[in-house]
């Protein structure tokens, strides 16, 4: 009897132990003898009662019920899978909230709630270029707490919170996205954060222009392109171009690398028939991934077009088929052959050629042909007919597209035993098998010239007995026979030679020498002296020139200056003398002398000036001598006398008068 009492009395006691530790309902289904209770509260430490209380637990089932306070804050709720689960409590009244969870064991969780204030509004931050002075500014949430101070805490993309407040000024250090936060806190606890994201960004330049440059003749050309532009302001980027110039399409060999390059930029060094390409891009200096623009590109080739001016090539853009300079069939040399076809209905085709004026015998040959067609065709082929002893190979272009610029090279050899001459090669482009466009030059097959080099037993201009003594025996301080050194190197054998040889050698010197400065002295009169400073001048050599020659063979500079000066003030009174005649022409009141009549008129001469009908026998001035160019009406002077002169028009730069001899 005193055992079953004992029993219910704890069975009694166990439910009473149950319901005193918060036993509320549970979610339908779930039976777990579990409770999660505890007490709501605002910050001041007041009960919350009345607001809902929301209990989740990580467990796949039996995870969520709800529960309202009491009057004291408090709350339960019972039958949850919480065991080793993470548990987690939200108190909900009017617009406040409250949150706290946690993790463990057992079978009954505590967990009390402090309302926490509203989270803060935030300022939407803009995306930006600068990187500096970016304003992060929001609104405080309220706090539901009465006697509570609350106050904010930012998040200033480094993802730790410090106590701040708004607004508050940053800067960053990257071009990229970013995220800042802002949460409001009481005594006890703080908001949700508030989270906002911005970028700052870098817009990349756009791309330079280049000119679209085909061809040259020199060793040397002259870069020159547009720089591209930079939409970023606030601030405003500083830009600079980058140019790489190479032989090689993918650049990955560079002739010229400049990482601050400026238009225009010379390159030098160029070979005749080569492909070069250059590119540049503009950059700023922010330093961002994308801080240059795309590489604009172009390529060239060269050409040895000397003999061709080069305001002459190409002069082909609307003819059927025509040759520039002197290539083509009716010229010689092709060293630069350019024509056109097409038209109506057909393609239109532009070619240009460019092969050497001369080869010589056993040359290997590369004629380079730029090709341009302003439609798709299919398959382009090139072609070389030549004469016998010389070989070429055929070159194609496949599935052409139209406007696209092609490079080929047209290779062949000449042979080594080619008779010496001038030789037709004819030049056919075909499409799809038929030929199109053809036109015919020639070259000029020359004799080959070894290149010299040492051991080749012959002493050349750039050797010498220092640099080659297998070719270059004289100077090496022995008398060699063998070599044929005993009249042919006297700086090797003079002690060998006999003595009556050395005086008959010295006593022809010295009648030479004597002969020569007789000789010199007749030659230097006046009137020889004069002569030879005409001529120089009608050749158009400049009075400096003149001088330094004639002390290099003797002259006195002072005669030299004396003869100059009386040729100068004679040429000086003749063209005063012609400008006079010309004025009293044009005078209306007067009547119109003819030529000869005004040949008959006494003129005033000059000191040292010959009379009128004694032409001085120097070239026109506007003609010939590059320092007399102030003279518009001198050549129709003197082409009224002297109508058997050529009609050439003068060279720029030459002065009214010769020039003082400094």
């Given at each position: 009897m005193r055992k079953e009492f004992l029993l219910v009395a704890g069975l009694v006691l166990a439910i009473a132990i149950f319901h005193s530790a918060?036993?509320?309902?549970?979610?339908?289904?779930?039976?777990?003898?579990?409770?999660?209770?505890?007490?709501?509260?605002?910050?001041?430490?007041?009960?919350?009662?009345?607001?809902?209380?929301?209990?989740?637990?990580?467990?796949?089932?039996?995870?969520?019920?709800?529960?309202?306070?009491?009057?004291?804050?408090?709350?339960?709720?019972?039958?949850?899978?919480?065991?080793?689960?993470?548990?987690?409590?939200?108190?909900?009244?009017?617009?406040?909230?409250?949150?706290?969870?946690?993790?463990?064991?057992?079978?009954?969780?505590?967990?009390?709630?402090?309302?926490?204030?509203?989270?803060?509004?935030?300022?939407?931050?803009?995306?930006?270029?600068?990187?500096?002075?970016?304003?992060?500014?929001w609104i405080s949430g309220s706090e539901s707490a009465a006697g509570e101070s609350p106050y904010d805490q930012l998040d200033n993309t480094t993802g730790i919170f410090y106590t701040k407040t708004s607004p508050s000024t940053i800067s960053v250090s990257s071009y990229t996205a970013y995220t800042w936060q802002a949460k409001t806190c009481n005594s006890k606890v703080c908001s949700a954060a508030s989270s906002d994201s911005f970028t700052v960004f870098n817009t990349a330049p756009t791309a330079p222009a280049l000119p679209d440059i085909n061809y040259t003749g020199n060793t040397y050309l002259s870069l020159t392109w547009n720089s591209g532009t930079d939409s970023d302001t606030a601030p405003v980027d500083t830009l600079h171009d980058e140019l790489q110039f190479s032989n090689v399409s993918d650049f990955s060999a560079l002739m010229v690398d400049d990482a601050s390059a400026t238009s225009a930029k010379t390159v030098y060094n160029l070979t005749s028939f080569s492909t070069y390409y250059w590119r540049v891009r503009t950059c700023d200096d922010t330093g961002a991934s994308n801080d240059c623009s795309s590489w604009a590109t172009d390529s060239f080739f060269t050409y040895n077009c000397s003999e061709v001016p080069a305001e002459q090539c190409p002069t082909c853009t609307s003819c059927p088929s025509c040759s520039c300079g002197t290539g083509g069939s009716s010229g010689g040399g092709g060293s630069y052959t350019s024509f056109s076809g097409g038209?109506?209905?057909?393609?239109?085709?532009?070619?240009?050629?460019?092969?050497?004026?001369?080869?010589?015998?056993?040359?290997?040959?590369?004629?380079?042909v730029n090709f341009r067609a302003d439609r798709n065709l299919g398959n382009v082929s090139f072609r070389l007919d030549t004469p016998s002893g010389i070989t070429s190979k055929k070159t194609d272009l496949l599935s052409y597209e139209g406007n696209a610029e092609k490079l080929v090279l047209l290779s062949g050899r000449i042979a080594d035993n080619l008779p010496l001459g001038k030789y037709t090669f004819k030049f056919i482009v075909a499409v799809n098998g038929i030929d199109t466009v053809q036109t015919g030059f020639f070259v000029v097959i020359k004799k080959k010239v070894p290149t010299p080099f040492c051991g080749d037993s012959i002493c050349d201009e750039s050797e010498s007995a220092d640099t080659c003594i297998q070719d270059c025996h004289c100077g090496n301080g022995v008398c060699e026979s063998e070599f044929g050194e005993e009249n042919a190197c006297i700086r090797d054998c003079q002690l060998t030679l006999a003595p009556f040889v050395f005086w008959v050698t010295a006593l022809v010197i010295a009648m030479s020498a004597l002969v020569f400065y007789v000789y010199k002295d007749l030659s230097h009169s006046t009137k020889e002296l004069a002569s030879y400073i005409k001529n120089s001048l009608k050749r158009g050599e400049r009075p400096e020139d003149i001088r330094k020659k004639l002390i290099e063979v003797g002259y006195p500079n002072k005669r030299i200056t004396e003869v100059y000066e009386a040729i100068r003030k004679k040429y000086n009174a003749k063209v005063a003398q012609m400008m006079k005649q010309k004025r009293a022409a044009q005078q209306p009141q007067k009547p119109q002398q003819s030529q000869q009549q005004r040949q008959q008129q006494p003129t005033r001469l000059q000191p040292g000036q010959q009379p009128r009908q004694q032409q001085p026998q120097i070239i026109k001035p506007q003609q010939r001598l590059p320092q007399m160019q102030q003279y518009p009406n001198q050549q129709q002077g003197q082409q009224q006398q002297k109508p058997q002169q050529s009609q050439q028009q003068p060279p720029q730069q030459r002065p009214q008068q010769y020039p003082q001899q400094k």
């Open positions: 918060g036993a509320g309902t549970g979610p339908p289904g779930c039976s777990l003898p579990t409770v999660v209770d505890g007490y709501a509260y605002y910050a001041n430490g007041t009960p919350v009662s009345g607001a809902t209380v929301t209990v989740t637990t990580s467990a796949s089932s039996c995870n969520s019920w709800s529960s309202t306070t009491e009057s004291s804050g408090y709350y339960d709720v019972a039958a949850l899978d919480i065991n080793g689960k993470t548990v987690t409590s939200t108190a909900a009244k009017s617009t406040y909230d409250g949150v706290n969870s946690t993790t463990g064991s057992g079978s009954i969780q505590r967990l009390n709630i402090y309302m926490r204030p509203k989270t803060p509004a935030l300022a939407d931050v803009a995306n930006r270029h600068n990187k500096t002075g970016i304003v992060l500014s038209g109506g209905g057909s393609a239109s085709y532009a070619v240009i050629l460019m092969a050497p004026p001369e080869l010589a015998q056993g040359d290997s040959f590369a004629f380079l």
